[in-house]
């Protein structure tokens, strides 16, 4: 009897273990999957000195904007970008446009 408790124990440990390590991965982290996007795309006018009114150069300035950066990823007004790409079917060396992946990367963060 009290080797099938261990048996049992054992095989709850490694269930509990397989799925905490399971949502690890599914879930979105700042520093794996969002910062590179920011630091990458927002980061250029997002710093002190630059245009835009708040700095997002490291999680502690992130942070307080997740839901303000959200939104305006989903809406896609940021990054601000000029060019119409439904008139135009060049090729712009400096877009910064997020990719839908980077998008829905940023909206599942937070
Ligand atoms: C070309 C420069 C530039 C880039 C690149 C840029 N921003 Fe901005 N951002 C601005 C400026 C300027 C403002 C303030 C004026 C405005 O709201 O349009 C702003 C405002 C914002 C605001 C709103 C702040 C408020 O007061 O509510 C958020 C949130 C934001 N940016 C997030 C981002 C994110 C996230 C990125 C990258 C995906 C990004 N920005 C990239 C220039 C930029």
């Known amino acids: 009897m009290k080797r099938l408790s ?7 440990v490694a269930v509990v273990t397989l799925v905490a390590k399971r949502n690890q991965a599914a879930g979105v982290t700042f520093t794996r999957d969002v910062a ?3 630091f990458n795309k927002c980061s250029i006018c997002h710093r002190p000195g630059e245009v835009a009114p708040m700095p997002l150069t490291s999680y502690q300035e992130v942070r307080p904007w997740s839901k303000a950066i959200r939104e305006e990823v989903a809406e896609r007004t940021m ?3 000029f060019a119409d790409p439904h008139k135009s079917t060049l090729k712009f060396g400096n877009d910064r446009r997020l990719t839908q992946k ?3 990367t940023i909206v599942a963060w937070g």
């Open 6 to 12: 261990i048996i049992l124990l054992v095989s709850l």
């Open 36 to 38: 590179p996007i920011i």
């Open 79 to 81: 990054p601000p970008w």
């Open 102 to 104: 980077e998008i829905e």
